[in-house]
């Protein structure tokens, strides 16, 4: 993901040194984008995560590493709504917040005889972002954007329910602008979350309390958004 990350800011700069080189060409305005806006989001995610449990055993013995099955995140939707302030004739920043409704799940395995998986659940997205925007032409830009993002947990087993996530998010993208104000957007990045971990509720019959679960969980995605410029 730190790769991933370099890549999308160099890209940024590259297209910042461009416009510089040819700003004697380049006539677009700021303000042909500028304002408040509004969008409807659809995404599509895929997701990594590493996971580790432990048990009593294993706390005498050594951490078990396990595998972590990641399960496909269903078809995601949602909105946005923001603000681009115009920042001189070919720069603005725009500062705004997403919400996606969607579900991914993924299990971490128990690496004992008899030992239980636990399946994490995560959903209702929600990012808050500021991205400078660099004009192109009259009616298209290009962004980078970076956000902070949480996300709603959910556990099955009979364990604790966790914190919810959050994490950083980064992107670049495409803005094209009608002169109707219609806007489409075309977008990809990825979001680094913090560490999710659970433990048993150590229940009769159920996971003992010194049994320990946890996942990091990275995400990837692709985002088109159709949207209204006011």
Do not use: H
Request: include cysteine.
């Amino acid at each position: 993901m730190n790769k991933l990350k370099s890549i999308l800011v160099c890209a940024a700069c590259a297209c910042a040194l461009v416009l510089v080189g040819v700003g004697t060409i380049v006539k677009a305005d700021s303000d042909n984008f500028a304002g408040p806006y509004i969008g409807f989001n659809i995404s599509a995610y895929g997701a990594s995560a590493k996971g580790l449990s432990e048990t009593g055993n294993d706390n005498l013995n050594g951490s078990g590493i396990n595998n972590v099955t990641v399960g496909q995140t269903a078809g995601i939707t949602g909105g946005e709504i923001g603000y681009s302030l115009p920042l001189g004739s070919r720069f603005l920043i725009d500062i705004g917040m997403s919400a996606l409704a969607g579900e991914a799940q993924f299990e971490v395995e128990g690496d004992d005889v008899g030992s239980e998986n636990v399946q994490f659940k995560i959903d209702d997205f929600v990012t808050y972002y500021i991205s400078p925007q660099f004009v192109l032409t009259d009616t298209s830009t290009v962004y980078l954007k970076v956000g902070l993002t949480e996300a709603d947990t959910g556990v099955v087993g009979d364990v604790v329910t966790p914190p919810n996530l959050s994490g950083e998010t980064w992107a670049l993208g495409l803005r094209t602008v009608l002169d109707n104000g219609i806007f489409v957007r075309s977008e990809a990045g990825f979001t680094e979350f913090n560490g999710i971990s659970t433990y048993g509720k150590g229940t009769t019959g159920g996971i003992a309390a010194s049994n320990t679960y946890s996942a990091q969980l990275d995400t990837a995605y692709g985002m088109i958004s159709v949207g209204m410029r006011f």
